[in-house]
C-alpha cells in the first residue's frame, strides 16, 4: 500500500512538469538563470589600452585603478588654487563609466570647509576629468556602466 501511495505521490509532482507549456520552461529556465546572475558585480572591469584584459578580475581592476588614478593625477596636478587657511582633508569623487566607454563624474562630495575657500572646486575637477575614455566594463559580453568613488586628497602643506 505504502508503494503505491508513494507511486501516486511521485506521479503527481512529475505529472506537473509535464504539462508545462514549452513557453513556461523556456520562462522558467529565463528566471532562473537571471536569479543566478550576481548584478552587482561584472564579468570584466573598464580597461585602459595599458591593461591586459586575458588576466584575472582583481587585476584587471587593479590596473584599471591604477592607470585612473595616473590620468586623474596628471589632469589635477595644473590645478592651482589660493586659500587663506590650511587644508587637510579628503573628498570623494563618484564617476560613472559608462556602457561607451565614456567617463563622467556625477557628484563630487560636499565639504562646506573646501568649498567655502575654493568657490570653482567642483567645477574645475569635473572639467579636467570628464575626458576620458576606456573599453566599457562587461557583464557576459555586454558593454555596461559602472560607478566607482574616488578619494582626492587636498593638503596645502
Same mark, same amino acid.
Given at each position: 500500500?505504502?508503494?503505491y501511495?508513494?507511486?501516486?505521490?511521485?506521479?503527481?509532482? $512529475?505529472?506537473?512538469e509535464?504539462?508545462? /507549456?514549452? &513557453?513556461?520552461?523556456?520562462?522558467k529556465?529565463?528566471d532562473?538563470e537571471?536569479?543566478? #546572475?550576481?548584478?552587482?558585480? +561584472?564579468?570584466?572591469?573598464?580597461l585602459? =589600452? &595599458?591593461?591586459?584584459?586575458?588576466? /584575472?578580475?582583481?587585476?584587471?581592476?587593479?590596473?584599471f585603478?591604477?592607470?585612473?588614478?595616473?590620468?586623474? /593625477?596628471?589632469?589635477?596636478?595644473?590645478? *592651482?588654487?589660493?586659500?587663506? @587657511?590650511?587644508?587637510?582633508?579628503?573628498v570623494?569623487?563618484?564617476? =560613472?563609466?559608462? @556602457? *561607451?566607454?565614456?567617463i563622467? #563624474? %556625477?557628484? $563630487? =562630495?560636499?565639504?562646506?570647509?573646501?568649498?567655502?575657500?575654493?568657490?570653482?572646486f %567642483?567645477? &574645475? +575637477?569635473t572639467? %579636467?576629468?570628464?575626458?576620458?575614455? +576606456?573599453?566599457?566594463?562587461?557583464?557576459?559580453?555586454i558593454?555596461?556602466?559602472?560607478r566607482? %568613488?574616488l578619494?582626492? +586628497?587636498? /593638503?596645502?602643506?
Amino acid at each position: 500500500m505504502q508503494k503505491y501511495l508513494f507511486l501516486i505521490c511521485f506521479g503527481m509532482l $512529475v505529472s506537473c512538469e509535464l504539462f508545462m /507549456s514549452k &513557453e513556461d520552461k523556456t520562462q522558467k529556465m529565463v528566471d532562473d538563470e537571471l536569479l543566478a #546572475i550576481d548584478w552587482n558585480d +561584472v564579468d570584466q572591469y573598464p580597461l585602459f =589600452e &595599458e591593461c591586459d584584459e586575458t588576466v /584575472s578580475k582583481p587585476q584587471q581592476k587593479g590596473c584599471f585603478q591604477n592607470v585612473l588614478m595616473g590620468y586623474f /593625477s596628471k589632469a589635477l596636478d595644473s590645478l *592651482h588654487f589660493q586659500v587663506e @587657511e590650511n587644508l587637510n582633508d579628503t573628498v570623494f569623487i563618484d564617476f =560613472e563609466v559608462d @556602457e *561607451h566607454g565614456f567617463i563622467t #563624474i %556625477r557628484n $563630487v =562630495e560636499e565639504k562646506t570647509a573646501i568649498f567655502n575657500q575654493i568657490e570653482n572646486f %567642483r567645477s &574645475e +575637477v569635473t572639467q %579636467r576629468l570628464n575626458d576620458f575614455t +576606456v573599453k566599457p566594463a562587461l557583464k557576459r559580453g555586454i558593454p555596461v556602466s559602472i560607478r566607482f %568613488r574616488l578619494p582626492l +586628497v587636498l /593638503s596645502t602643506d
